[in-house]
């Protein structure tokens, strides 16, 4: 059973260019979360996605920030614009669609490692 | 919005020694998590605790769910130079949080051989 897949592993940006990163659940996972890591932090919250739905997008910047969970496909974040403060790791999490237990146990992708020259 | 205090911020061992962390919450948590993250990968689930009080174990991990829920600790018996990382607690709120976990800030675990 493959674990969360995150592509690209690393990307590179300039200032003002779109940023997007893509996440595939684990199979049978119904529940995608994003989290941002900045160098020696925890990983922040950022969004709890359900396919076609934003459910909790409580930890997204207001601005130039999106993500999308498709019917079909993987999961999308997307940073328009960027700025050098959006270098960081861009981490993705899927959990099983049982609600009662297992939508709180996260299994993490690799991660993307974004930096915006 | 809720915070987690994770301690000690880092750790340097010997090989053989026995090894504790602790996350402490301003706030109720309903399930605890531990993770490690080694250099340039994602967290990796090491053991999740759902209920007050709850003594879990994975191999030579222990970790337990604090009885106010506001607290968990992880112990490491026996380290050995792979348990070199960084190893992360994680809360979850529960209600209107549904998927948010929060983390603490990490404790950084050198194991010397």
């Known amino acids: 059973n493959a674990g969360v897949m995150q592509n690209p592993r690393h990307l590179v940006r300039r200032r003002g260019q779109e940023a997007r990163l893509r996440c595939s659940p684990m199979k049978g996972h119904s529940h995608v979360y994003w989290y941002r890591q900045l160098p020696e932090e925890g990983l922040k919250f950022m969004v709890y996605?359900?396919?076609?739905?934003?459910?909790?997008e409580s930890g997204m910047p207001k601005e130039r920030f999106s993500a999308e969970f498709p019917k079909e496909g993987p999961s999308i974040l997307r940073i328009q614009q960027v700025v050098r403060g959006d270098s960081a790791a861009y981490f993705c999490a899927s959990s099983p669609p049982d609600f009662y237990f297992d939508a709180e146990t996260q299994y993490f992708g690799p991660g993307t490692r974004l930096l915006v020259l | 919005g809720q915070q987690l205090n994770q301690s000690p911020q880092s750790m340097f061992i010997q090989e053989g020694e026995d090894v504790s962390m602790n996350c402490t919450s301003s706030s109720i948590f309903n399930t605890w998590l531990w993770y490690k993250q080694d250099p340039g990968e994602g967290p990796v689930l090491l053991i999740a605790?759902?209920?007050?009080?709850e003594l879990t174990s994975n191999g030579r991990l222990t970790a337990q769910f604090g009885i106010t829920r506001k607290d968990s600790f992880l112990n490491i018996s026996a380290s050995i130079p792979s348990d070199v990382g960084i190893y992360f607690c994680?809360?979850?709120?529960?209600?209107?949080?549904?998927?948010?976990?929060?983390f603490g800030q990490g404790t950084i675990l050198t194991v010397h051989p």
């Open positions: 996605l359900q396919k076609e739905n934003i459910i909790d």
């Open positions: 605790l759902y209920k007050a009080g």
């Open positions: 994680a809360g979850h709120g529960g209600g209107t949080s549904y998927g948010k976990l929060t």
